[in-house]
């Protein structure tokens, strides 16, 4: 009987704890959403918290006076840019070092993961103004690209590790070399990570601030950077600011909902395989 209560109150426990935290995590993003249809005087006013309007003139004015589909247009060739890029390089790289077993190679990848990003931003800055770059993808998706490589290197090495060696052995005895092999065999059942690695390179790219703040210009402004639109020395824009972050968010959220169970199949993988 004691053991049943036990467990009773552990369900109860874990319950609340995670209804908790599921209220403590949604309530700024309900409050997020429903200021965004409100004017600067209801947000400000406690006492209309979560009164729900219909007003859309803080999206209306984010699209016509704020021009945020070229933003949004930019966040996403870089996103995209950053992330195939990635791949090209990541692949190959975290195929090698689970294969091959180059630890040095890892741990150094992983020291440049760890690192903090802002360390590069003076070399970056100093570069790509001599290459006569800023204020172009090229330079955003090669800086983002140390957010999004480092990433999908090391989603993939313990998927690699799980791959039986045998796969890659009967390619080469019917005559493809590693390359070939690594394309033909390797990368086709490894989709689920894959698609893990690129969604969250992705997501990750699309929400990176830093970069794009020093290296971006009018030309390649990213949705993060124009968040700035609306917040000036003498007043910030509430309505305009919750519109734009509700815009900013919903892509991802909406990418990271419907592909979920393809970003938990990817994760969990290569820990079970191997």
């Known amino acids: 009987m004691s053991r049943k209560k036990s467990i009773t109150v552990r369900s109860i426990v874990t319950h609340v704890g995670v209804y908790l935290?599921?209220?403590?995590?949604?309530?700024?993003?309900?409050?997020?959403?429903?200021?965004?249809?409100?004017?600067?005087?209801?947000?400000?006013?406690?006492?209309?918290?979560?009164?729900?309007?219909?007003?859309?003139?803080?999206?209306?004015?984010?699209?016509?006076?704020?021009?945020?589909?070229?933003?949004?247009?930019?966040?996403f060739i870089v996103g995209i840019g950053a992330t195939i890029f990635g791949l090209i390089l990541g692949l190959p790289a975290a195929y090698s070092i689970a294969r091959y077993k180059q630890e040095g190679l890892g741990l150094l990848i992983l020291v440049a993961r760890i690192v903090p990003g802002i360390s590069f931003l003076i070399p970056w800055f100093i570069i790509f103004s001599k290459l006569q770059l800023i204020d172009t993808y090229t330079s955003l998706i090669l800086s983002h690209m140390l957010v999004?490589?480092?990433?999908?290197?090391?989603?993939?090495?313990?998927?690699?590790?799980?791959?039986?060696?045998?796969?890659?052995?009967?390619?080469?005895?019917?005559?493809?070399?590693?390359?070939?092999?690594?394309?033909?065999?390797?990368?086709?059942?490894?989709?689920?990570?894959?698609?893990?690695?690129?969604?969250?390179?992705?997501?990750f790219s699309w929400n990176n601030f830093m970069f794009s703040l020093i290296l971006a210009g009018d030309?390649?402004?990213?949705?993060?950077?124009?968040?700035?639109?609306?917040?000036?020395?003498?007043?910030?824009?509430?309505?305009?600011?919750?519109?734009?972050?509700?815009?900013?968010?919903?892509?991802?959220?909406?990418?990271?909902?419907?592909?979920?169970?393809?970003i938990i199949a990817g994760l969990t993988g290569g820990s079970v395989k191997g």
């Open 21 to 75: 935290s599921l209220f403590l995590f949604l309530l700024p993003f309900l409050w997020m959403i429903l200021a965004s249809f409100k004017t600067q005087v209801q947000i400000l006013d406690t006492s209309k918290l979560f009164e729900i309007t219909a007003n859309f003139s803080n999206y209306l004015s984010v699209f016509n006076e704020y021009s945020f589909l070229s933003f949004i247009w930019n966040s």
């Open 219 to 262: 030309n390649t402004k990213t949705l993060p950077i124009a968040i700035f639109n609306f917040i000036s020395y003498s007043e910030i824009n509430w309505g305009g600011l919750m519109a734009a972050s509700v815009i900013i968010t919903a892509p991802v959220l909406i990418l990271a909902l419907f592909c979920q169970k393809y």
């Open 148 to 203: 999004t490589m480092p990433f999908i290197i090391w989603v993939m090495i313990p998927f690699f590790e799980g791959l039986p060696h045998e796969l890659e052995e009967s390619a080469r005895v019917d005559g493809c070399s590693i390359p070939s092999a690594f394309v033909r065999v390797m990368l086709p059942i490894s989709g689920p990570g894959i698609v893990t690695s690129s969604i969250l390179a992705f997501i």
